[in-house]
């Protein structure tokens, strides 16, 4: 398994560079057009984090560390999944939630900057313990999701021409062997980070007195 995730992760290096920079690109921007959009347009950023108070309403209300674990982990397995399976459809949907993913970051700790807070601090305790495990887990669904997308296109080329077909064919056989080992290894990274959001976290955002 560890040299199929590893041939795997040296075949999609790539889509691993695009992944994260694209996510980066967006947490940047959402940091720096938080302003003027929740000035302009709060329905939009109140959309984004929807669904995230609704997971903190549903934990809070239940007060239970099962719950709140497993709600966490079935939420991030179900964006991963989701990542990964509908980049067939020309990678659209790995983009969009690469890029929602980072405006939320960006508009949070853009949004904590106004209430007088520090974003590095909560950056550094709040988010970044589990994302340790998080983010390449998110990363590694996007990337395999950004080449399922590229295969479609191909595929489509290949429309006009045999070799082309052949090609995206031959790829795309690839990516169907490697995809258990990276659905495996984005299982653990986030079992995880579900366990470390769920109980280092907290104490670390606590040590750092930033609530």
Do not use: C
């Amino acid at each position: 398994m560890w040299s199929a995730l590893r041939d795997a992760l040296v075949d999609k290096w790539r889509y691993m560079a695009v992944a994260t920079g694209w996510f980066a690109l967006w947490a940047v921007a959402g940091f720096v057009s938080f302003d003027a959009l929740w000035a302009q347009r709060p329905d939009v950023v109140d959309s984004l984090f929807a669904r995230l108070r609704e997971l903190a309403e549903a934990i809070a209300d239940r007060q239970s560390w099962a719950y709140f674990f497993g709600t966490i982990l079935l939420n991030n397995l179900i964006v991963a999944a989701s990542t990964v399976g509908l980049g067939i459809f020309f990678g659209l949907f790995p983009l969009a939630a690469l890029a929602a993913n980072g405006l939320v970051i960006g508009f949070f700790l853009r949004m904590l900057a106004r209430q007088g807070e520090d974003p590095i601090a909560w950056f550094l305790a709040g988010i970044l313990p589990h994302g340790v495990l998080e983010f390449p887990a998110l990363f590694l669904a996007g990337a395999f999701g950004l080449a399922l997308g590229v295969r479609s296109v191909q595929l489509l080329g290949g429309l006009v021409s045999p070799a082309v077909r052949q090609t995206a064919f031959d790829r795309f056989a690839r990516d169907l062997r490697q995809l258990p080992a990276v659905v495996t290894a984005i299982v653990v990274l986030l079992l995880g980070a579900a366990l470390i959001e769920t109980t280092i976290t907290p104490l670390v955002v606590d040590w750092f007195q930033l609530r």
